[in-house]
């Protein structure tokens, strides 16, 4: 069975760019989570999106948007790109959306922002 | 206070001892507890999970929770230079609806 898949792997844009990253849950799992990692911090909370709809939004600027879609893969969009940006950006899938809610990661996708 | 607390490390533990790494969290009501490994350069994968008060044993592996005191634990028995890894704490914030992650424990295992 497929993991979770993100794409693409690495990308480097410039500041003031926008991005769009993608992500594809493993079969049968409804929910996806967003998750912004700065080299030698934790993941950071950046969305959950259960069923195409938003469950739960962290402290993220109004740059960072997502999306999901019918087949319950999904978008993180970052418009306007800042230098602290540059992360990886972790999308996780799960089957529920409660407190049970293990999640499984993808490989990440690496923005560079220069 | 932070949401959920670990120490950074670096932890150094000689190959063959217990490794002890350490979360504390803020939210009282959280029910649910998450250690995830991450290897340099990789992501997450999850270890262990734990939603009741006391211990949890998965091979060499055994996760404690302590919900009066908001604590929970992973303790690595026959620590192995492959366990060298950040180790993550993670909490379910239900109000929240969001998975909330430590800074990560850095494990280094020493032959």
């Known amino acids: 069975d497929a993991g979770v898949t993100q794409s693409p792997t690495h990308l480097i844009k410039t500041r003031g760019q926008h991005v769009t990253l993608r992500c594809s849950p493993i079969s049968g799992h409804k929910s996806v989570s967003w998750y912004q990692q700065v080299l030698g911090q934790g993941p950071q909370f950046i969305f959950q999106y259960y069923e195409k709809e938003e469950r739960g939004r962290g402290n993220f600027p109004d740059r960072f948007s997502a999306r999901q879609f019918p087949n319950y893969s999904s978008e993180l969009n970052v418009n306007a790109l800042l230098l602290g940006d540059s992360a990886l950006y972790l999308c996780?899938?799960?089957?529920?959306?409660?407190?049970?809610?293990?999640?499984?990661f993808g490989a990440g996708s690496r923005l560079t922002v220069l | 206070q932070k949401e959920v607390e670990q120490n950074s490390g670096p932890l150094s533990v000689p190959e063959g001892a217990i490794a002890s790494l350490n979360c504390t969290y803020s939210?009282?009501?959280?029910?649910?507890f998450f250690w995830y490994r991450q290897y340099s350069g990789k992501s997450p994968e999850l270890i262990m999970s734990i939603y009741s008060n006391g211990d949890k044993e998965d091979g060499r592996f055994t996760a404690q929770l302590n919900k009066a005191s908001q604590y929970v634990s992973l303790l690595i028995r026959d620590s192995q230079p492959s366990d060298s890894a950040t180790y993550l704490c993670a909490v379910w914030y239900s109000s929240a609806s969001k998975i909330i992650f430590g800074s990560g424990t850095r494990l280094s295992i020493r032959p």
């Open positions: 996780a899938s799960s089957f529920i959306t409660s407190g049970a809610n293990v999640l499984t």
């Open positions: 939210d009282r009501v959280s029910q649910s």
